[in-house]
């Protein structure tokens, strides 16, 4: 690998080659540190290197990409860095915080192959996310159908899949729980009770018996419906045969003690046909004659229709004005007296038609109510309307205390198996248990790289605790603590595909240490493309370790290399 720096931070220029091994080595403050944190901004991208670990284990960024400035040395107006492997190059521009990259596979580490966060730094979820991530232990969907068939079927399997890839784990367990939260209330709203996994298991509501232990709501229902039905039945029967009673003797009450008026009716018979005689009798108005030729001796007759036909008269002789005024007058009233007595005769032959309609009514009323109180004895009396009514009660009830011992045990059983569900989402889930049957493995990994250090081993446990010979790392000394870092990133980076490791202040490393580090980074590179960085403090220049065969040391010294 090349490595060219200009300008950054306490680096004034340094342009080396070496692999498989760059070693970096001078006092304090001469530009080692920020020799590996200027290939770290390369190879990660990130042009201010100081960063934490997000709670998805991501790197997030301390300050933002307008303070790149404060990365350039200073007295200088820019700086950059290249890092190259073969054909391909990575390189980071200050102040502009400029990535750029040549080739088609151009260098690149994560931020925990380069040092910028440590796995010991990251808290047990998140390490837990982190490794599962970068161990390829993320459960799939096969997993999750393995955990739930038993409950769901693969539809409902599916959109569950579908709410994690969609929302993330975390996410998609809190929308579980809260959904788990509602079907305790409606448990809670159902029973009027507290819900509690063992009440809900055993939960039976009052008035229970053993002989709804083998109904159905659908027979319930049929059973509150034909008690409705027989209770409506005998309602209607006793509330129709009163009003019905009670129309038939206003009927036949209607029909009693009306006058016979056959006699007025003949009376006003004749008075009307009296009347037209009379308006019959009176000589004609000149103006009504209308004459006519006579079929026997055409001479000119006037026809006079009377009850009994028609009549031919000679025309009248033309009277005076006095005698016509008369005779107008009398045919006048003679038709006044003809409408009178015809209006009379009318209204008593409806009075007539009415009295006979009423009696028949009435005669056929009291058929009726005769049948009636014949069936009479044969009504429901209040006792059994009574009974009827109980047994609507009852019937409802049953069925009230079927449905709330159905819905209970439904929205139970519904608890229970999105319990099933939280349990596989949580972080102690599914995850969980794929990523403890990863760890063994990757335990081995972190052997193989101890034994090849000389260093005891380094473990994680399922509880996501790291150990260096059993013991906690926060329990270790420091450089214990630099040994589990130093075999952590190298695991790391074969696992997410780095090209290169940072190992900085390795000067914290006694010579034992030292070498067991360099032993490692021996082994590693038999096997592996990986490329290592190593900086350590060192006082002298004679000091500096001859790394022929395993790469190149370098001295650095106000901020370049000689």
């Known amino acids: 690998m090349k490595i060219s720096i200009r300008s950054f931070r306490g680096i004034e220029r340094v342009d080396v080659e070496a692999g498989p091994v760059a070693f ?59 890092v190259t492997i073969g054909e391909s190059s990575v390189g980071m521009k200050w102040p502009s915080g400029e990535a750029t990259s040549v080739g088609d596979k151009p260098p690149h580490s994560s931020v925990y192959a380069t040092g910028l966060i440590n796995v010991p730094d990251l808290d047990d979820k998140t390490r837990a996310m982190y490794l599962a991530d970068v161990l390829g232990t993320l459960p799939t969907l096969a997993d999750l159908t393995a955990a739930l068939k038993e409950i769901y079927p693969s539809e409902q399997i599916e959109k569950i ?20 939260a509602r ?15 063992t009440k809900g298991a055993g939960w039976i509501p009052a008035g229970w018996n053993e002989q709804l232990a083998g109904s159905s709501v659908d027979a319930l229902e049929v059973e509150v419906s034909k008690a409705k039905h027989n209770l409506e039945a005998m309602i209607a029967s006793t509330a129709t045969g009163e009003a019905q009673v009670a129309h038939l003797e206003q009927a036949i009450a209607n029909g009693k003690n009306l006058p016979d008026m056959t006699e007025e009716a003949k009376k006003a018979a004749k008075e009307h046909d009296d009347a037209v005689a009379a308006r019959n009798a009176l000589p004609p108005l000149l103006k009504d004659q209308e004459t006519c030729a006579c079929p026997h001796c055409q001479k000119d007759v006037v026809v006079t229709q009377t009850r009994k036909g028609y009549e031919l008269n000679l025309p009248m002789e033309k009277v005076g004005k006095s005698e016509t005024e008369k005779r107008s007058k009398a045919l006048d009233k003679a038709i006044a007296v003809i409408t009178s007595k015809r209006q009379e005769a009318e209204r008593i032959n ?51 205390i079927f449905k709330a011992k159905f819905t209970a045990e439904h929205l139970h059983a519904s608890v229970e198996r999105n319990q099933i569900v939280i349990d596989a989402l949580a972080p102690e889930g599914l995850r969980k248990a ?12 972190l052997e193989s790289l101890t034994n090849a250090a000389d260093y005891k081993r380094v473990t994680i446990d399922e509880d996501m605790n790291i150990r260096m010979a059993g013991r906690l790392y926060t329990l270790l000394s420091a450089s214990e ?11 790391l980076a074969i ?15 006694d010579v034992d ?43 650095i010294e106000n901020g370049a290399v000689t």
């Open 24 to 82: 970096f080595a001078g006092r304090n403050h001469t530009g080692k540190s920020s020799i590996c944190l200027a290939v770290a901004a390369a190879l990660t991208g990130i042009a201010i290197p100081y960063v934490r670990p997000g709670k998805d284990g991501k790197p997030m960024s301390l300050f933002t990409k307008s303070q790149a400035g404060a990365m350039v040395r200073g007295g200088t107006d820019s700086g950059s860095v290249a």
């Open 161 to 180: 899949w579908k709410k994690i890839e969609m929302d993330g784990w975390d996410n998609a367990a809190k929308e579980i729980r809260e959904h788990g």
């Open 183 to 197: 079907l305790k209330g409606q448990w809670e709203a159902a029973t009027n009770e507290r819900y509690g996994t």
């Open 350 to 400: 409806t009075l007539v038609s009415q009295h006979n309609a009423l009696r028949e009514f009435a005669a056929q009323a009291q058929k009726k109510l005769d049948d009636i109180r014949a069936k009479t004895k044969k009504r429901p009396t209040e006792e059994v309307v009574n009974s009827a009514r109980e047994a609507v009660r009852v019937s409802e009830e049953q069925l009230r």
């Open 434 to 445: 794929k990523l403890t049957g990863a760890l063994s493995g990757f335990n081995d990994s």
């Open 481 to 491: 603590q630099y040994r589990v870092r130093a075999v952590l990133q190298t695991a």
């Open 495 to 509: 696992k997410d595909g780095s090209d290169i490791v940072i190992l900085d202040g390795a000067d914290i490393l």
């Open 513 to 555: 240490g030292r070498n067991g580090l360099f032993s490692l980074i021996a082994h590693v590179s038999q096997d592996a493309t990986i490329q290592f960085i190593v900086g350590m403090t060192i006082n002298r220049q004679d000091q500096v370790p001859d790394l022929s065969g395993l790469g190149a040391s370098f001295w």
